[in-house]
């Protein structure tokens, strides 16, 4: 890829900026809700209430009644929002320096699929890390609960592309979901499949 015709990046947020471990998510509703792993993993994948939250077409009470319904015993609020964000783990500083670096040479935004639950602990893990908003490192930041899209959907990329008048083929996406990569793909976009955390480093540095 020609990097000199690269104009903006745009970034995904976990497993790409904040590391990421779902499988703790999926083994801490398993404890709480008394259920196997199997189970969870398929109730997790194939009821709608997850892209629905992600779509902001529920809200998190809503949520957590569903994830209530799955459990023989009553589940606070606190605890099902501690099992549904232990999948967000850390920061690494060198992560963030790259984002002020590449800051100064391309337009950077960043696009995630998330939900109120998660966003809120993202904040709270850049104020705990000394790590200044999203909204200082990149030119405008979109979630997919409060845009009513989701990636890999054509529309979501779209909106961020018109709104801020730039071109598919003038833009690098990068994600460590692989649908999301083919949906941006589809769409002209140069993509960047983030397999691992060293990955974006050996990327911009040349390697």
Known sequence: MNQQKVKHLIFDLGGVIINLQTS???????????????????????????????????DSAAFREVIRSISAQPLTDTAIDIAWNDM???LPIERIDLLRKLG????TYL???????HLQRVEEVLADSGIEPFKNLFVKEYYSHLMGKRKP?????????????????????LDDNLDNIKGASKLGLKTLHVTSPQLIFDFFNGR
């Not at 100064?104 to 337009?107: G, Q, S, T």
């Not at 696009?111 to 639950?117: E, P």
């Not at 592309?161 to 996406?173: C, P, Q, R, V, Y």
């Open 153 to 173: 959907d054509a529309e979501i990329f779209e909106q961020v592309l018109d709104e801020n008048g730039i071109l598919a083929e003038d833009t690098l996406f």
């Open 104 to 107: 100064n040479i391309y337009d």
């Open 24 to 58: 703790r998510t999926i083994n801490a509703f398993a404890k709480l809700t008394d259920k196997p792993t199997e189970f969870i993993l398929d109730f997790s994948s194939s009821h709608p209430a997850f892209h629905q939250y992600e779509k902001g077409q529920i």
């Open 111 to 117: 696009l995630s699929n998330t939900n109120v639950i």
């Open 88 to 90: 967000i783990l850390d």
